[in-house]
Nanobody, 123 residues
Framework: QVQLVESGGGLVQAGGSLRLSCAASGRTFSSYTMAWFRQAPGKEREFVAA???????GYADSVKGRFTISRDNAKNTVYLQMNSLKPDDTAVYFC?????????????????WGQGTQVTVYS
């Protein structure tokens, strides 16, 4: 079984940056598509970014140009670099994994989830 643990969240001023990390267990990490989702208070969980084993990436329009997803397969870690943060980015950010390098932006398709890390952006 794959376990995912997020870290790096916190309180940041609007315009600032944070880098989230997701540490994954399992020797098959490199074969998984990894993604970040987020859930703001009172809202549905939404797709943020995903990355395939080949480093092909995809982003939600709301974060495109500001966020960058990357992965280090040797470290079993996926990252989300968040720049130019806005108050609307405030949410719990979840790391997720999808088996066999499949591609999806739908949260229901993902097989494994972390517990989330809080990101709060103030102005």
């Amino acid at each position: 079984q794959v376990q995912l643990v997020e870290s790096g969240g916190g309180l940041v001023q609007a315009g600032g940056s944070l880098r989230l990390s997701c540490a994954a267990s399992g020797r098959t990490f490199s074969s998984y598509t990894m993604a970040w989702f987020r859930q703001a208070p009172g809202k549905e969980r939404e797709f943020v970014a995903a990355i395939r084993w080949s480093d092909i990436t995809g982003y939600a329009d709301s974060v495109k140009g500001r966020f960058t997803i990357s992965r280090d397969n040797a470290k079993n870690t996926v990252y989300l670099q968040m720049n130019s943060l806005k108050p609307d980015d405030t949410a719990v950010y979840f790391c997720a994994a999808l088996k066999w390098n499949s591609w999806s932006i739908r949260q229901q398709d993902y097989d494994y989830w972390g517990q989330g890390t809080q990101v709060t952006v103030y102005s």
